[in-house]
């Protein structure tokens, strides 16, 4: 049953990944600005003439009919190749391989941290509703959801080397060469994000956790006499998880999303500052495979979330 | 101490001693055609001012009369007769007593280059990353910041009598890095594609190289460029830092397309001091020591490793947290910290480019094509104000129309106009303001009534440009009453929209290919330039004047054709000129064997053959 719902799922994903690489194809096209002025540079493209223009968009394959392009990256897709870099040449898919891990590390930590942080400050701020400390959580989570995460991060780029003397090391270090290092690179971009994602989930959380802590059984349980511990953590938060859960599928958006200017301003050589650079360059190709990989991410952490709803509450059945 | 006393050096030592002997003595110096000598590589510790004539700017000068041999400069005993006896062939090495060997240099700066076509590329970008895996024929000295001209892959050169003809004499047993000889096929097949560019292909040096008529080849090791009319810049041009040499094979095995060839391997050989080992894009170079370099005291590094980091404060972190060992575009934000408290350990040093910034002109647009109106409009920005506003971001110079690097005449016009002429006041004066308004009432627009709101527009570069646009547009509003409307696009639309004409006023910068008064002009405001940003922008009386300019040898007579046409464009104003643009490098005091405290460019210093770690 399970099997037959994740198919399902997946075949409903499908036209949602069709329309992105749709929009991604043609917003890419339509966008203004001519390529060739970031391929020549500066001084450049004005000393070409019609003819030369021609034959460049000739050698690149951009002067052939829309739909063959996408229907050629498509097959690029399909074929796992993904295509090559306009300009250099790259592989798309070794620039994957190469980035994505640090990137999904800096995901990977941004979430963990969003967890432990967001979940205690919610339920203290639901369990102590009115207190001192419930206005100190939302004030502070207030403060994180208005900053933006790129600003937090030159801040903590700028602080820890004018106080420290420190910068992370520079390039592509990955976990498995050597994981202190890799972290040093990862952690304080993960927190960063983490931080503005914590705020969501302690809100969230405070919020639903307010709700289920009136409702009967909760009631019935403190009549029973456990202790408000065990009401809060094994009865009320359980069902109060839902909600915080479906959150933190959307909010892996935004993570992806806010990883692109996090990334940036610790210059950090993941994805997201690939795609900055992509698009810096009107690189078609790597920016529209960067931007399917992301929709692709996006489809299956919230098909994972929908599959543990199970787990926190029996009652959902995949039908 | 023992290093300095190798065989090595003892033997070329005394070879040299020898040839400075035999030339001190009256060796043979033929009297035509006038050779041009290697001029001696300076210390980094010495000035700018006590650097050599440059090579090309020295054409009366006889070979027995230079001085020819160096500490810095070996003898090969492989030379041909003929050069031989006029100058010795000069092989770089560090200026100080005991380069050491080995260690990697770590430099960080810049996005990563478009592609990977030298010729076809007119950013450093392009010229800083991949420039250390190719020789050029000539090149610009690394001692004195780059400011001489002096032998590369040819160790010597001729000029005919009447400037004509260069004859260019290459080094024998140059290996490119797929093992083939370096040969004048080569040379001619490099300068053939970068002056007479097939289609599909631009060569944004071109222009520089108009007069050559012909390349022809020699001989296997010499080669000619035979000109319409004389050019004292022409060492200068083919010294410049993208015109390196490509191998005839790969241009052919190509058809001439080396975009997407990775540089310094065996697909896309050079035949630089160093090999690319690996080059992820947008992240790192990593390169390699070059063993069969045809220059064996060279490199001394075994390898260099180039980060990109984007231009700010990143670039000064990692240098100041011992990170990288050189930074380029280290960012105003950290200059005045790395001074301050790291003036021990590091260095920084701000060297303009040469470029001009500022507001090109539409002059097919309503009340734009009256000369006095762009003249009034440039006498009411303050200058000065806009630097002091943008320094927390860039460094900049207030602009003058003889680029502040020019070798010749650079400093002294600055002095004669800076808070001398109006326009150039700091701050800016009540009868600038005055004139200005005169001016713009004698084009029929008293107090701007009636003139159209302008369209202006900006390139999207914060570190660059855009940060000066609602400064330029307020100084247009506040003493004219001219209105403008601000519109930020990206470069890829700031350059359609140029070539289209869909602007009235464009705010950017722009580079040119020399530090030379004539070939900026030629580029930026000569009629029918392909660099010539200002639509509609026409003067006979200038174009005449560049003409002249171009092909005048005579200082004198330089200086009065300079001094004339600044003049020209002082009262024509083909644009808003604001600007010249710097650069922050800034280095480890522990780097040696380079001269980039002197820096004058950014084009004319990219291979780091000569640096070493002293650490």
Redesign the interface.
């Known amino acids: 049953m399970l099997a037959k719902y994740i198919g399902r799922r997946l075949l409903y994903s499908i036209p949602g990944l069709i329309g992105i690489t749709i929009i991604i194809f043609l917003a890419l096209r339509i966008l203004p600005g001519d390529p060739l002025a970031i391929l020549y540079g500066e001084g450049g493209r004005e000393n070409l003439t019609a003819a030369d223009i021609a034959e460049i968009k000739r050698q690149l394959g951009i002067d052939r009919p829309l739909y063959i392009q996408y229907a050629d990256w498509m097959k690029d897709v399909f074929t796992g190749k993904m295509g090559e870099s306009f300009w250099r040449g790259d592989s798309v898919s070794e620039l994957i391989i190469r980035r994505g891990p640090l990137t999904a590390e800096i995901a990977v930590v941004a979430v963990l941290v969003s967890w432990i942080i967001g979940l205690p400050v919610g339920i203290l701020g639901a369990i102590k509703q009115n207190s001192m400390a419930d206005y100190i959580s939302r004030f502070l989570t207030i403060i994180f959801l208005a900053v933006p995460s790129f600003w937090v991060a030159i801040l903590v780029v700028v602080v820890s080397l004018l106080a420290f003397n420190y910068r992370p090391p520079l390039g592509i270090i990955q976990i498995w060469e050597d994981p202190f290092t890799n972290l040093q690179i990862v952690l304080a971009p993960g927190i960063v994000l983490g931080l503005a994602t914590s705020a969501y989930i302690a809100r969230m959380a405070r919020t639903t956790l307010l709700e289920v802590i009136r409702d009967d059984y909760v009631r019935t349980a403190r009549a029973k006499g456990l202790p408000e511990r065990l009401v809060v953590l094994r009865h009320a938060l359980r069902n109060a998880l839902l909600p915080v859960l479906t959150l933190s599928g959307v909010l892996f958006g935004l993570l992806l999303g806010g990883s692109v200017a996090v990334e940036t301003a610790f210059t950090v050589p993941g994805l997201g500052t690939a795609l900055v650079q992509a698009f810096t360059e009107r690189d078609f190709v790597v920016v529209q495979n960067l931007v399917l990989l992301y929709g692709i991410i996006f489809v299956f952490v919230n098909l994972s979330i929908d599959l543990m709803y199970a787990v926190l509450d029996p009652r959902i059945r995949y039908d | 101490m023992s290093s300095m006393f190798s065989v090595k050096s003892v033997v070329s030592l005394t070879v040299s001693l020898l040839l400075v002997f035999v030339i001190a003595c009256g060796g043979t110096a033929p009297a035509e055609p006038q050779s041009q000598a290697p001029a001696a590589p300076q210390a980094q510790d010495q000035s700018a001012a006590t650097a050599a004539p440059a090579a090309q700017a020295a054409p009366t000068e006889r070979p027995d009369e230079e001085p020819t041999a160096t500490p810095f400069a070996t003898a090969v005993p492989t030379v041909p007769p003929k050069v031989q006896a006029e100058t010795p062939r000069l092989m770089l090495r560090a200026p100080e007593d005991n380069p050491q060997r080995g260690g990697v240099m770590?430099w960080?700066g810049l996005?990563?280059?478009?592609?990977?076509d030298m010729h076809?590329?007119?950013?450093a970008?392009?010229a800083q990353p991949q420039g250390v895996y190719f020789d050029n024929l000539l090149r610009y000295s690394p001692f004195d910041g780059g400011k001489e001209v002096i032998p590369d892959l040819a160790y010597g050169w001729e000029v005919s009598d009447d400037g004509l003809v260069y004859t260019f004499h290459l080094r024998e047993g140059v290996l490119f890095h797929d093992g083939a000889e370096l040969t004048s096929e080569d040379v001619k097949a490099t300068f053939d594609r970068i002056i007479f560019p097939p289609?599909?292909?631009?060569?944004?040096r071109?222009s520089v190289f108009v007069a050559v008529e012909e390349i022809r080849t020699v001989d296997p090791y010499t080669v000619e460029f035979v000109l319409q009319a004389p050019r004292g810049f022409m060492p200068a041009a083919i010294a410049n830092g993208w015109n390196v040499i490509e191998r005839k094979q790969t241009l052919e095995d190509n058809n001439l397309?080396l975009?997407?060839l990775k540089p310094g391997t065996t697909v896309h050989p050079g035949t630089g001091p160093f090999i690319l080992e690996d080059h992820?894009?947008?992240?790192?170079w990593k390169a390699s020591r070059n063993p069969n370099y045809w220059n064996p005291e060279l490199p001394y590094l075994d390898g260099i490793q180039h980060?990109h980091?984007?231009y700010g404060?990143?670039t000064g972190?990692?240098l100041?947290?011992g990170?990288?060992d050189y930074v380029y575009g280290a960012g105003a934000d950290l200059r005045d910290d790395i001074r301050q408290n790291y003036s021990d350990t590091h260095t920084v040093v701000v060297y303009p480019i040469p470029s001009i910034g500022g507001m090109f002109v539409n002059h097919e647009s309503d009340g734009l094509s009256d000369p006095r109106v762009r003249r009034a409009i440039s006498m009411v920005q303050d200058r000065c104000a806009i630097k002091m506003a943008v320094a927390a971001i860039r460094e900049i110079e207030v602009g003058t129309w003889v680029v502040p690097n020019d070798p010749d005449f650079g400093a002294l016009y600055r002095e004669a106009t800076l808070n001398k002429k109006p326009g150039y006041n700091c701050p800016a004066t009540g009868d600038d303001v005055a004139n200005a308004q005169q001016l713009l009432a004698d084009a029929g627009y008293p107090n701007g009534d009636g003139f159209p709101t302008l369209d202006l527009m900006v390139r999207d570069i914060n570190f660059f440009v855009s940060p000066m646009a609602p400064m330029m547009q307020a100084f247009m509003k506040q003493s004219l009453n001219i209105n403008s409307e601000i519109r930020v696009?990206?470069?890829?639309?700031?350059?359609?929209d140029?070539?289209q004409g869909n602007y009235d006023l464009a705010v950017n910068g722009?580079?040119t290919p020399l530090a030379s008064t004539p070939a900026y002009w030629g580029?930026w405001f000569y009629t029918g330039s392909?660099?010539n940003?200002n639509r509609g922008s026409s003067n006979p009386e200038f174009d005449a004047l560049v003409d002249e300019l171009i092909g005048t040898t005579d200082p004198a007579r330089k200086e009065e054709l300079t001094l004339q046409g600044a003049a020209i464009l002082e009262e024509w104003t083909p644009m808003i000129f604001i600007n010249h643009f710097t650069i922050i490098d800034g280095f480890a005091n522990y780097l040696k064997g380079h001269g980039r405290a002197n820096r004058v460019t950014l084009f004319n210093d990219i291979r780091f053959d000569t640096i070493w770690l002293d650490k």
Do not use: Y
Not at chain 2, 120 to 123: K, L, R, V, W
């Open positions: 770590q960080a996005s990563d280059s478009p592609h990977f076809q590329c007119n950013t970008a392009c289609v599909g292909m631009i060569s944004p071109q397309d975009k997407k992820q894009a947008g992240e790192f980060s980091l984007a404060p990143a972190a990692a100041i947290t990170r990288v696009v990206h470069t890829s639309v700031w350059q359609e140029r070539d722009a580079p580029s392909g660099s940003w």
